[in-house]
């Protein structure tokens, strides 16, 4: 078959798309008409840039670097928000607007901004909407936006412990995935977010090294850390792949944090719910401050395996145990 000129220039044209490669995307995006707030989460850090315009009134929040990942979508909310549009403004750019019924107004300085983390933020709109005879200037008016930051906490150690290392792999999972790699690098990811909220972390291993199990022990004694959390990764006989899941274990003391972190998970992740369990883990026994262990998964299920496998949904595991570590402190 002959290709037409065309034809061709189709394909060149795709296959040029094709390569527009996003790193980040939009997790999901809210609105919550009692509240009059709009949460957006990403599942990378962004910087929305914020407008309003009039006619009507609208706010127009963009998120650089962040791909929709999803068809367009609108939904209509109340009598007061006609509707919410979500869109790919470009191929950078994943546009949000928010359009209010044609009776409503409102004052720029009426509405707030905030990020709660790098990646997640809430749009406050006023409680009361104005009457559209308040008008707004021609011109956009940019909405500022700030970050909420958190009181550091100082002052506490946290032993990080990624499991296995070096000449011990752990699991192996489908596709040659090993447990060793996974945990170390979600356990890099938990230790920089701690650092960032003024916790000391003492990590067991930062690269892939062997460390004995009393070795692990050892350090979190001498530093006489606050808490202890090993992560690793499950696994059941390869043939099945069906056993997928988050488990979270403790032996004595570790109860609370152990909850904490698997609480966390289960609020920001998509896996399944396997308990938080007692266990007698060697580090669970022998550490002498609450200590805990995590399962992020199962390198032999198929939901969990694809998951670990991919850098951004090990990024986001740091990220809610990290968080569930800070909420356990705070
Ligand atoms: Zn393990």
């Known amino acids: 078959m002959k290709f037409q000129w065309w034809v061709w220039i189709a394909l060149l044209a795709f296959g040029t798309l094709g390569e527009a490669v996003f790193a980040s995307s939009l997790e999901y995006w809210k609105f919550n008409p009692d509240l009059s707030r709009l949460e957006i989460v990403t599942d990378t850090a962004v910087r929305p840039q914020v407008q309003l315009i009039r006619n009507p009134t609208r706010l127009v929040i963009d998120l650089p670097g962040i791909d929709l990942n999803s068809p367009r979508t609108s939904k209509s909310i109340s009598s007061f928000v006609r509707e919410v549009r979500v869109g790919q403004f470009n191929r950078q750019t994943t546009r949000i607007v928010v359009e209010l019924s044609e009776e409503y107004s409102m004052r720029p300085w009426e509405v707030q901004v905030r990020g709660l983390s790098p990646n997640r933020w809430f749009v406050q709109f006023p409680k009361f909407l104005l009457t559209s005879s308040y008008s707004l ?32 792999p752990g699991a192996i999972g489908i596709g040659g995935l090993q447990e060793k790699n996974v945990v170390l690098s979600i356990a890099l990811e938990v230790a920089k977010i701690l650092e960032r909220q003024g916790i000391k972390v003492i990590m067991t291993r930062g690269g892939d090294r062997f460390v004995s199990l009393p070795g692990r022990v050892a350090l979190a004694q001498r530093y006489n850390a606050d808490a202890f959390v090993s992560i690793h990764a499950n696994a059941v006989e390869r043939s099945q792949s069906g056993v997928n899941g988050l488990e979270t274990y403790y032996y004595s003391e570790g109860y609370n944090l152990a909850r904490s972190i698997h609480r966390s998970i289960l609020n920001r992740i998509n896996i399944g719910d396997r308990g938080v369990k007692r266990a007698r883990f060697y580090v669970l026994r022998k550490t002498s401050m609450p200590a805990t262990l995590v399962e992020v998964g199962f390198v032999t299920g198929r939901i969990d395996n694809r998951n670990l496998a991919r850098a951004s ?8 145990i990290a968080a569930g570590i800070i909420q356990y402190f705070r």
């Not at 936006?145 to 070096?166: C, N, Q, S, W």
């Not at 949904?313 to 809610?320: G, T």
């Open 137 to 168: 200037p021609d011109d956009a008016i940019a909405i500022s936006v700030r970050e909420v930051k958190a009181a550091p906490i100082t002052g506490l150690v946290v032993v990080v412990d990624p499991g296995h290392g070096g000449r011990d």
């Open 313 to 320: 949904y090990r990024q986001q595991m740091a990220e809610a």
